[in-house]
Nanobody, 122 residues
Framework: QVQLVESGGGLVQDGGSLRVSCTDR????????MGWFRQAPGKEREFVAA????????LYSDSAKGRFTISRDDPSNTLFLQMNSLKVEDTAVYYC???????????????WGQGTQVTVSS
């Protein structure tokens, strides 16, 4: 059973940067599509970015494109989301997710972490 654990959230000022991470301490993630989602207070959870397991191809939401970078390090079994030029509206709980399906579809994720809070202050 995949058990995802996020880390790296915190408080950052508008325009700052932050990197969040996700890992599974027991099971390899190397053959799974990985993604990041976020949920702001009072809003639905939304897709942020995804990365394929072969070729490390990526997909981004319009709000993330150009500011966020998703990456994965298979030897350390870790997924990353580097967030630059953060805005107040990026404040949300960020969730790591995994699935066996294609990275090109934004749904169908089977496994979820517990989330990590990212707060951007003005």
């Amino acid at each position: 059973q995949v058990q995802l654990v996020e880390s790296g959230g915190g408080l950052v000022q508008d325009g700052g940067s932050l990197r969040v991470s996700c890992t599974d301490r027991e099971r390899s993630l190397s053959l799974l599509t990985m993604g990041w989602f976020r949920q702001a207070p009072g809003k639905e959870r939304e897709f942020v970015a995804a990365i394929s397991w072969i070729g490390h191809n990526t997909l981004y939401s319009d709000s993330a494109k150009g500011r966020f970078t998703i990456s994965r390090d298979d030897p350390s079994n870790t997924l990353f989301l580097q967030m630059n030029s953060l805005k107040v509206e990026d404040t949300a709980v960020y969730y790591c997710a995994a699935k066996k399906g294609t990275f090109q579809e934004r749904d169908g994720y089977e496994y979820w972490g517990q989330g990590t809070q990212v707060t951007v202050s003005s």
